[in-house]
């Protein structure tokens, strides 16, 4: 069975205080793994996918990268706008489901 | 471009009434569409998916049921509800070929029962 962790569970940052969520997976023949961002009360928000080890994807403040066992999104310099829940899902397999990490919590305050 | 539509967007039902929670995808044809639910404080779970008009697979036994009567609709419904259905509620929806399977979320609907 397909496991996603994602750690820390919670984070508070100083804005402008730059740092990075970890996404551990273990599954049988990744396809995709996926960022998402949610914010409190609404659906999450696709972010990136990554396909393959050592691929690396940036938007804004944010940059997602990939190794054969984890994924780390880091924000630099992040505003209180970044604060939200950011979820990490993987794809294996032949099928198109995604399973989802529980999710970090990111607090920027200013 | 695609817009997902969900509604309602809240919904306060008394346990042992029905349920229907509807979603509905513009701008591409033969989406792959799914239902999850999100509890508090939690990830989301996979509940229903369908690849097609009439194909829907279940991931969790439950009291829940879904159908897709047209290609861009999807309907989560359940005869009787019980406490343990709370939860947040959302749609999404895929390509459904090539390599691009990332899915796109709904706005959610968020279903109380009392």
């Known amino acids: 069975e397909d496991q996603v962790t994602q750690s820390p569970e919670a984070l508070r940052l100083q804005e402008g205080e730059s740092s990075s969520l970890n996404c551990s997976y273990t599954?049988?023949?990744?396809?995709?793994l996926f960022w998402y961002r949610q914010d409190p009360g609404k659906g999450p928000e696709f972010l990136f996918t990554?396909?393959?080890a050592g691929e690396e994807k940036e938007k804004e403040r944010l940059k997602a990268t990939l190794t054969k066992k984890e994924s780390f999104l880091h924000i630099t310099a992040p505003k209180p706008e970044d604060s939200a829940t950011y979820l990490c899902?993987?794809?294996?397999?032949?099928?198109?489901?995604?399973?989802f990490g529980a999710g970090t919590t990111v607090t920027v305050r200013a | 471009s695609q817009t997902i539509h969900q509604w309602p967007a809240t919904l306060v039902q008394p346990v042992g009434s029905p349920l229907s929670l509807e979603c509905t995808v513009e701008?591409?044809?033969?989406?792959?569409l799914y239902w999850y639910r999100q509890a508090a404080g939690r990830g989301l779970q996979l509940l229903f998916y369908?690849?097609?008009?009439?194909?829907i697979s279940s991931e969790v036994p439950q009291n829940l049921s879904a159908s897709r009567p047209q290609d861009r609709q999807f309907i989560l419904s359940s005869k009787k509800l019980l406490l343990s259905d709370s939860g947040f509620y959302l749609c999404?929806?895929?390509?459904?070929?090539?390599?691009?399977?990332?899915?796109?979320f709904g706005p959610g609907t968020r279903l109380t029962v009392t």
């Open positions: 999404a929806w895929s390509v459904g070929s090539g390599r691009r399977h990332e899915q796109y």
């Open positions: 599954v049988s023949g990744l396809r995709g």
């Open positions: 990554l396909y393959s």
């Open positions: 899902a993987v794809q294996a397999g032949s099928d198109y489901k995604l399973s």
């Open positions: 701008g591409t044809s033969n989406p792959n």
């Open positions: 369908s690849v097609g008009i009439g194909q």
